[in-house]
């Protein structure tokens, strides 16, 4: 059955020196690469690509001296040679001729949907076998993965032992030989030399210990039965090896055999096919003498498949036994079974007849779907039989080996099932056994193979705006198809070059633009975060003057994420510079005005104000206007004032540089109240305020309910003592042309007589 393959393979069969130590090249080694030959008609167009890649990337390892390719083509000729028609030991043999230290031949052939290339490379300095690995690639790697191997057969080659072929070991001879004789045969089995240059076996056979002995026949397997003899003759065997190379091989030890008599085969009546495997059912031939020779104690099932030569035992039977199920089939092959008899010194029947059978599939029609997304869907037309509960799912990443279950199906009628979490643009193998009821499950299906869908394509095209306020704005465009069923997009920002990209959003894929205007700031941070326009949710505007980095990719509704974008950087604008020229006046009164150089830059300004002394300033005002009067202030106070200007996208400048401004004090204390007389009346004085401006005094005397009223206005420094008598409370206020007034005097008792 052939499988299908889904992805553009390469399969390298490397045929490496092997040596007892590395070899120093004190020159570099001269590599002959001989041109891949197409095998088929369709692999033609594939040959030359593959062929070009690979003599490129050997030549960029600057590793080898490449002879160019029409010294190897006649080097082909003078030998009268073709590469179709060349053995390894061809390969051999022209490469020590010609002069080669490495060369490398192959063939391509088609397989379905991929491209087979037989690749031999070869030293000079010996025949064995060094290295073999098999390599699958997928079409879209194909440049990666041949320069992957080229990096291999370079570490290989520098293993190689270069210069004269060594001595070829003596190939030892034939261990463990077993024999056991029938009515007409004998039968003969051993235990091959540890040789890779075994090709073959002589059987030699003499008539007595002492004969001559002389052979009889060859075989390539470790094995043979030697026929049509009669009953009871006798016979010595040896068998020696036959090396490919030629070299002599010693004769084995001697063994002896005979044919005698033994049981009838049994009667081999039929072999009925199930989903558990295939029934084998016959009588053995009775037998009422008293001669063990002929009396059965047991069965020998043998079975051959169609790539085999010979019958293979595969079980023994207890002379009772009527019938046998062989469990251990593969789907759709069919083997031959042939029966023997065999008696108490274990001397054998000839065969009975032969049958042939194949178990009954597990299911019918197994298809797997490629192209899932991290999913691969397995149909089958399910069995019709009654005993079938259910079917379990094996899976693998190898088309032959390591097949473990991945589920069960219940119910005989289920006919698919999906197989989730897988990995993007793989291939898996897959194996189907019916659940039998009461009798486990059946020999597994052929493998049937799926590849998942390919990750999505990165977005591309991605742009990021420079200049923009407090914000980076970026564009891309979206390049997967509808099948890719994409959900949307993460962008990726890193605030260095070589620094940490971070998700930083996660998009619709409806959008194909976004605008990021905002960074968290940590806790670590927390004296700059009063500083800035700090959110709620803990974030603030991008910062001024700040290049950001980003990426994006796409993802789709199984979690399956593109690679990411090329990466852009982007800018935002400069922080503003803030208002000049900021002034404040200082001897206003009750009142702090402020001004500053307006621009159009700015649709407003924010001033601040603060103590002096400290180094805080808080928002006090928003204006439109390039200047504000501060009426919210004290008599004689000093104040801090700064500005920042506030743009169209409400984006503040930098604070400007702080001014002080103050306002008008009020007039100092009148000092020296005291009782005096003056023109002959009675009264207080004091002494006049130095301040320029004081216009006038107020006196202020307590009243009944103990608040000092303010009782008259004096334009000098004395005041004369009016009223009732008894002792008056007074108090002294100085006035300037402002109308400020000064604190009053300290209480001054009088006594009003």
Known sequence: MQRRISTLCLFFMLVLCTTASAVDFKTKPKLAFYPLVAKSVDAIAFTESISTQLFNSMERTDFFEI????????????????????????????????????????????????????????????????????????????????????????????GFNIGPPPVEKKVGFP???AISGTQKSIKLKWTPPESSQVIGYAIMRASSA??????????????????NLKLNQTFHYKVKAISKSGIKCDLSEAIIGKTSLAPLPPIFIDI???????????????????????????????????????????????????????????????????????????????????????????????????????????????????????????????????FQRVAQVKGRSADSHLDAGLEDGSTYWYRLAAIIDGK?????????????????????????????????????????????????????RATEEDGEFVKHAEITYKKNSYIDD?????????????????MDDGTRPLSDGKTYYYRISCFNEVGSESLPSATVSATTRAALAPPGNLR???????????NWDGTSEFREYEVYRGPTGQNEVQKLKSVREPFFVDSSVSHGTSYIYAVKGIDAHQIASIISTSVIGSTKPRPAVPQAVAVTEQDGRRGISWEPNREKDVLRYAVYKKNFVGLFQKVQTVYGTFYALEGGKGKQ?????????????????????????
């Open 67 to 158: 002879l160019e390719r029409k010294k190897v083509e006649s080097v082909l000729v003078q030998h009268g040679t073709t590469l179709a028609a060349m053995s390894q030991e061809t390969l051999y043999s022209v490469a020590n001729r010609a002069g080669f230290d490495i060369f490398i031949v192959g063939k391509v052939s088609r397989v379905e949907n991929a491209s087979l290339i037989d690749l031999q490379v070869v030293g000079s300095g010996s025949r064995n076998s060094y290295y073999a690995e098999t390599f699958r690639v997928p079409e879209f790697e194909i440049p990666k993965r041949l320069q992957e191997i080229t990096e291999k057969i370079v570490a290989k080659v520098k």
């Open 175 to 177: 261990t463990n030989l």
């Open 210 to 227: 002492t004969g001559s002995y002389v052979q009889i026949a060859t075989t390539t397997t470790p094995s043979y039965t030697d026929e």
């Open 272 to 402: 009925k096919s199930d989903l558990a495997g295939a029934q084998l059912n016959w009588y053995s031939r009775p037998y009422s003498g008293s001669d063990k020779n002929l009396t059965t104690s047991g069965f020998q099932i043998y079975r051959k498949a169609p790539d085999e030569v010979e019958y293979r035992l595969i079980a023994r039977v207890g002379p009772n036994a009527v019938s046998y199920l062989d469990n251990d089939m593969k789907n759709g092959v069919v083997y031959s079974y042939a029966l023997t008899s065999v008696n108490p010194d274990k001397v054998e029947s000839e065969f009975s007849s032969t049958l042939e059978a194949r178990n009954a599939p597990a299911a019918g029609n197994i298809k797997a779907t490629t192209g899932g997304k991290r999913t691969v869907k397995l149909t089958w037309t399910p069995n019709e039989s009654k005993v079938v509960e259910g079917y379990s799912i094996y899976r693998s990443m190898l088309a032959d080996q390591n």
């Open 440 to 492: 486990g499950e059946t020999p597994k299906s052929e493998p049937v193979s799926a590849t998942t869908r390919q990750r999505p394509s990165p977005p591309a095209a991605l742009v990021a705006s420079n200049n923009e306020p407090r914000r980076v704005v970026l564009n891309w465009q979206n390049t997967a198809t509808p099948e890719d069923g994409i959900k949307g997009y993460n962008l990726y």
């Open 518 to 534: 905002q960074e968290k700031v940590s806790a670590g941070k927390s004296g700059l975060a009063k500083l800035s326009s700090l």
């Open 584 to 594: 404040a006046s200082t001897s206003q009164t009750g009142r702090v005005t402020l």
């Open 729 to 753: 409370e007074l108090r002294v206020a100085a006035e300037d042309t402002d109308g400020l007034e000064s604190d009053k005097s300290d209480v001054l008792m009088v006594e009003v007589k």
